[in-house]
């Protein structure tokens, strides 16, 4: 199993961008990289998924060195309702079990 | 529907109960997923479905948890003679594909259990 490596907690200002680092050095060469928010009394919610080098939607970016053993999350101008746990899951060329989501990343974002 | 419904949203055993929690996943997903989410952790796997077929139940804790998706779209997950080790949310999960374990994963909310 990918195992991945992320920062407890983070904190924040409104309007900065943030950055969130995942660490993930046994990753299989199948394997995509996948960010889930989840806010509290909800589930996970799907943020940004990649391979390689850089993809962009309408909420954030990520970015994938070429050796791939990290990723990292980047939310531009955060809000108060961008406080949330952050989690960076590897995996989609085995099974079911490897999409592990380990502790995630607390952010917390301040006015 | 619109998303994955889960009921009951909330669940209050007194231990040595057997419990049920009800998954409705997005109409049409293949894959179905359970997690068990304790407090302050991340979602912890416990058992794949594709269609009514049980692919992966290795997380499963113990043989007193048991899930069922007899027709491909409802999914049970059953616990019985519950232990107070038990008290979790329980998260239910739908994807579109089988086999595609790269694909986006659609939750619930979540059933929340007590175990007292």
């Known amino acids: 199993l990918a195992k991945t490596t992320q920062p407890i907690s983070m904190d924040s200002y409104e309007g900065q961008e943030v950055n969130i680092t995942c660490s993930h050095n046994n990753i299989a060469t199948n394997d995509y990289i996948t960010w889930y928010q989840q806010f509290p009394s909800q589930g996970p919610r799907f943020i940004i998924q990649?391979?390689?080098t850089k993809v962009t939607n309408e909420v954030a970016s990520l970015f994938i060195p070429a050796d791939r053993k990290s990723s990292t999350l980047s939310l531009p101008r955060v809000s108060l309702s961008d406080t949330a746990v952050y989690y960076c899951l590897v995996g989609g060329s085995g099974s079911a079990r490897q999409l592990t989501f380990g502790s995630g990343t607390q952010l917390t974002v301040l006015p | 529907g619109a998303g994955v419904s889960q009921s009951p949203r909330y669940k209050v055993a007194k231990r040595g109960q057997d419990v049920a929690l009800r998954c409705d996943p997005i109409?049409?997903?293949?894959?179905l997923f359970w997690y068990q989410q304790a407090l302050g952790q991340g979602p912890e796997f416990l058992t794949y479905f594709q269609n009514e077929a049980q692919l992966d139940k290795s997380g499963l804790p113990s043989d007193r948890f048991f899930a069922e998706r007899p027709e491909g779209s409802v999914s049970t997950l059953k616990i019985q003679r519950t232990q107070q080790e038990d008290s979790a949310v329980y998260l239910c999960a739908s994807s579109l594909r089988a086999g595609h374990f790269d694909e986006k994963l659609f939750f619930g909310s979540g059933t929340q259990l007590s175990v007292l």
């Open positions: 990649g391979y390689k």
């Open positions: 109409s049409g997903h293949v894959s």
